[in-house]
């Protein structure tokens, strides 16, 4: 892979991730739903024992909170650092490190503000 394929990887994984994970914790919700016929409960329906579709879900959700957060965090580093030497200067790269950012910030509140329980319910 070149220099500019890397940079649009890195760049797609900037844009996606604020996305992909609340949205990945909402899919273990929805699992344990139609598993068991209603909305899973914090202490009540515990996540390990619904069935393999939450586990899976389960395993999606935990693989992007440990390994995509730090992946994030350096992906934004680099890419910012990048946009700002000497050389390869690109106010658009530098923008768009900043709005994932934000994006990603917004999503961690989201996943803090637990609107419906979801991530009571995943970490009990």
């Known amino acids: 892979m070149n220099r500019p394929q890397i940079l649009r990887l890195a760049q ?3 844009c996606a991730y604020p996305v992909a994970l609340p949205a990945a914790f909402l899919l273990a919700w929805s ?4 598993t068991l ?28 909170l440990i390994l995509g957060l730090p992946t994030f965090v350096a992906t934004a580093g680099t890419l910012a650092v990048d946009a700002i030497l000497p050389g ?6 530098l923008l768009l490190v900043v709005a994932a ?23 009990d």
């Open 101 to 123: 950012t934000v994006a990603m910030v917004g999503a961690v509140l989201v996943i803090r503000a637990d609107p419906f329980g979801i991530t009571s319910w995943f970490f």
């Open 88 to 93: 390869n200067r690109s106010l658009r790269r």
């Open 37 to 64: 016929g209603w909305w899973p409960r914090p202490s009540l329906d515990d996540p390990k024992d619904i069935g393999l579709a939450v586990d899976i879900a389960c395993w999606i959700a935990a693989l992007l």
């Open 12 to 14: 797609g994984f900037l």
């Open 31 to 34: 699992a344990g739903r139609f």
